[in-house]
């Protein structure tokens, strides 16, 4: 976007260009347009909420720490020390300098609209960002960051934030959840969410050194694969006492399989003991999903299910700077033939919910849809990491409704560690299904009355019913 | 929609809403919106029409039957027993006021769309279904289906219906299509479709049992294999002079392949006896559409083929219904290699049609679309089933025709068993068929004068043209 | 296209009806639309360029040699010898009459698209090909044919193609290449392109019997392995100092394996030797897609990759008419896992381009654009074959645009060996990109100014960025 852009977004942003649709998309997002902000699922740390932590400076807010932001900085050449990844040292201010001269490079991307509008929004900044304004930016937002509005409780207030789920290791203390919890002046819910894939996960190097921790730690005495169960079911009730509502599970397949408790148990001690084969992990992954969507129904956390990027493409990236560094690249997935083990067994109990995450379009229409039309126990999750972006939403609208219309669709999810684009991320999806909506209005495929229950229903009630809150 | 949206449905729905594309969508829909049906291809049962039976209630016509409307009252908790399946015994005005009560669930699907224009058009409702006017509209209803005029052979003149296939088993003595066509009195022609998918489908317990029932009636004294084959060339002469075009195959995967006469004998021979792998009847099946395609050459039947569903998900709603009760979920479907045996043989050859259908999508401009553009053999089916709706039959029109163009386009096939649903489904075919010319027309892509032949041309004479009609 | 469309193509053809997005495109377009054209990779004979051979005639130039357009003609009932394939000995003329009355098949199609306006704007064709006016133009356009400025040399011109990339054999000795460099009357640059696939396709029957020969040719006394490597390193450098640009990579499937060089060894000298199995032979194709990058890191070449086509699908037309007759049909393709070991080693490397390009649409977002997203060696490739067309086009900017901005994209590639139609098709794709843009400025997700920039940095920067030009 250039400067024009920048100083004044337009009211009218992400609506069609027909007059007639664009009036009735205006009329439908004001009717959602300052909805509390309901966030189920996503990265940001709960620590830096409960300490209110100061965040530090402009490129350790807005770069550095998003993978969706250095990628593409990456790709276009710039190196991923350069952007202060890993800890290099440089300069904060070096990489927003760099950050600033290869602006243009976001233009089309979500990415690129949700920062534009964060810089907007929440900094004042009336001008794209570029090498000849970068240290007057660097200083107008560092200044703003030093202002009280700016620690995280205050933005939690001003952003309107109601709930917002983390995600955390089974094994952590959760100590920040339960301050926040027992706060009296802080009025957000901060709600963790179970993410048991470190201790599932059977390709890893450290996955019985893990394994062993998390028995010693939760499993009450009880050893191999009874402590293990005992362990996962233990930590599930201590989540759940701090206000956890969901597990995520962040697969490498959607397969499940069920096997009978004593393979299970000869599988579990090969796998962790070593000797087993891949086929023997992956089976034993798709076992330990298997389980945990029975543990689901017993204790009634929502499933939410994230298959089908292979992380950490390149392998020396990796090995210098870790996890989580734009390098998780989508493969294909296949759903129906490997859900069903579980669905054959969990779909239609009684309080079951399984909402479902894909990077893989082609499975919309193909099986998702399908599932979530049949199952009373499955929710189709928001597009999802690449696919949160306006047209992608508008394809995945598209693809299902016609199919499920929008009783299963499981709410918009932001799925960001990005603290400060959360308000941003929400108003391009009530934008979107503004849009969506408003074509279908003018297309006479659905009144303005049932279009504003149906916006109301998708932004806000959605989410709370697909996770309970 | 609402009661406003019922009360008078638009003559504008589902045209593109820029006021010149409009102009040229109704201009287009003018020259087909009265052309007579003609339905190659669905499930209304020919024993109905020749009885001339009384439909017996709303729930039983509207609800129970159709799995595209109790899948998603059941994935939005209504227990399929609630709603009349397997002969629950439940009031069907107590179905009905489940239904009505649940309306606002189909807001934005195909079925939504297709019931409020059957119940506006049919049955004159002009309020949207709901909980407070269930019993009113269920009377209006009932009262209208004791009328004359909604007896199926009366309602097969006043929808304008010329042609309906049927969809029979090859034993079926097809008495009811024979009735139909000596009936000087019954103007439209009700035609069998060949469908031996029972007797193919080496994976179905009965396999064996189902296999020697047909040798025995229709093999003519000879036995095994050659019986088998014999059986089937027999029935397929029965159906054809029965008024058959087609035959059709709901096969597991598209898969197939070419054995010699003495190794499908030896394969036959296995699975039949029950210790064929799962490996073998696999390729027992994709041998059998192989020898579908070569009977096909010879005795002139168009070839329909319906891959890539998994049916019968959720096994205990299997055991308790029965099939086609809305948990057929579809998979990735491949077509390139899978079909080269057959096409390599027969791709070519004189008459042969085969018209391929998928729920898969991403085969439409991948495989379907450069297939369907060079074998003169291959016909492309409208979108089924899940696809069968606006938005996916835009994107169909949009994925294939740069490809293809119009003149491999196999004819919208409606696929249904609600028979009363049968003209608002082409109804909409032909509103999508305009909305899409109507854009290549804006566009400057096409002339007015083309699309309005092409519009006749595949709305009236391309199923005519691909069922040898 | 009809009459009226012939005798004046409207210049909004292509840009989207509603009238504000159409400005923006329009003002977006005559930005680039005189551009120069490059075109970084295609199938024109250097030879005839530099020969300056005169056209034969109407149905030569137009329809036998170009699948694109045979295809669709064999698949609606036309022989191919009765088009003149396989050198049938049938008289132009009749081709060319067959072709005209079939002209309608091609409404809505990418190829009849281009072919109006060549036939418009190169040869004055006022009305749409028919039966009736078959011979007449027959006569107009092979009396221009007759004409000087019909020959290929003043047609470089008079398209303003600045670059133009041939594909050549690695044994070529590229004589016509070297002829127009060297012509300092000939402004355009015709450059060669490094195709090895006849050497590295182990499928093949002849591939020993080729592989001998390049030994032979270019090895410079080495044998068997090492002069296999050697020879292609050899040609390679040939290439380059012929103005090769990059090489091109024809293959099955984009799966890379990274062999020790004794293992490649030893598998090299079984796939010579016949005794290979299939998966060795897709094993050692894999194997040289690794090594094929690593020469490039080495010296420089651009690396383009087209997998995912089944050549030749119809063994009788293949038997028949040899190669490229039409039947080349896509199938699925897997980018992600396959890719892995090739950049993990090179996706890094300076100066490493590798160009993807698809058939498979449900790459785009899933696959092609995060890869493009990350790797600096990575460029995204046009929309390719079936997918080069104006909505598949628009398809693939939306998949992919919002997870890899522009900067990421290869620039377009004509890809054809239909010499006359390449200014239509860059005059498409430009106006394809206007329309894109157009309506991203409508929607207020980039500004005009912004708008503007880009459309120049696609159309003219990102070929010479991509190809090193």
Known sequence: MTSSTFASPSPDRLFPADPTTRQFARELFSLVEDAAIVSPHGHVSATVIAENAWFDNPAALLVTPDHYVTRLLHANGAPLESLGVGDSGVDPRDVWRLFCS???????????????????????????????????????????????????????????????????????????????????????????????????????????????????????????????????????????????????????????????????MTLFERVRRGGASEQDRDIFEAHMLYEMARMSVDDGLVMTLHPGSLRNHHPETYARFGPDKGHDIPVPVEFTASLRPLLADFGTASGFH????????????????????????????????????????????????????????????????????????????????????????????????????????????????????
Chains 1, 2, 3 share one sequence.
């Open 102 to 264: 290869m602006w243009t490079i976001f233009d089309g991307t979500a990415s690129g609209y949700w920062l534009a509008l964060e810089l907007h929004d929440l900094f004042g900044v009336s001008e794209a960002p570029a090498s000849k304004n970068a240290d007057e930016l660097y200083d107008q937002i560092a200044s703003r960051l030093a202002e009280p509005s700016f620690r995280p409780r205050s933005l939690m207030q001003s952003f309107g934030i109601e709930v917002l789920a983390t995600t955390d290791d089974p094994l952590d203390d959760l100590h920040a959840h339960r301050q926040l919890r027992d706060d009296p002046t802080f009025a957000s819910r901060v709600l963790p969410t179970f993410r048991p894939d470190a201790y599932i996960d059977a390709h890893a190097v450290d996955f019985a050194a893990r394994v062993d921790r998390l028995i010693d730690e939760a499993g009450e005495g009880r050893v191999g694969y009874e402590g293990y169960l005992s362990a996962i079911r233990n930590r599930r009730q201590y989540f759940i006492h701090a206000g956890a509502v969901s597990s995520d599970h962040g697969v490498r397949a959607a397969l499940s399989v069920k096997l009978e408790p004593s393979s299970a």
């Open 354 to 469: 399984l909402v479902l995450f894909t990077l893989d379009e082609s499975t919309f229409s193909r099986e998702l849809a399908p599932l979530a039309g049949f199952y009373p126990g499955v929710f189709l999750g928001s597009p999802w990491w690449f696919l949160d972006a306006p047209d992608a939403m508008l394809r995945f609208r598209a693809a299902v409704t016609e199919t499920m219309g929008f009783s299963r669709y499981g709410g918009f999810v932001d799925d960001t560690r990005a603290f400060c684009s959360i308000p941003v991320r929400h108003d391009v999806a009530r934008r979107v299904e503004a849009a969506y909506l408003a074509r279908l209005v003018a297309e006479h495929r659905l009144s303005m009355d049932r279009a504003s229950e149906i916006i109301i229903d998708v932004i806000e009630k959605a989410p709370r019913r697909a996770f309970k809150l």
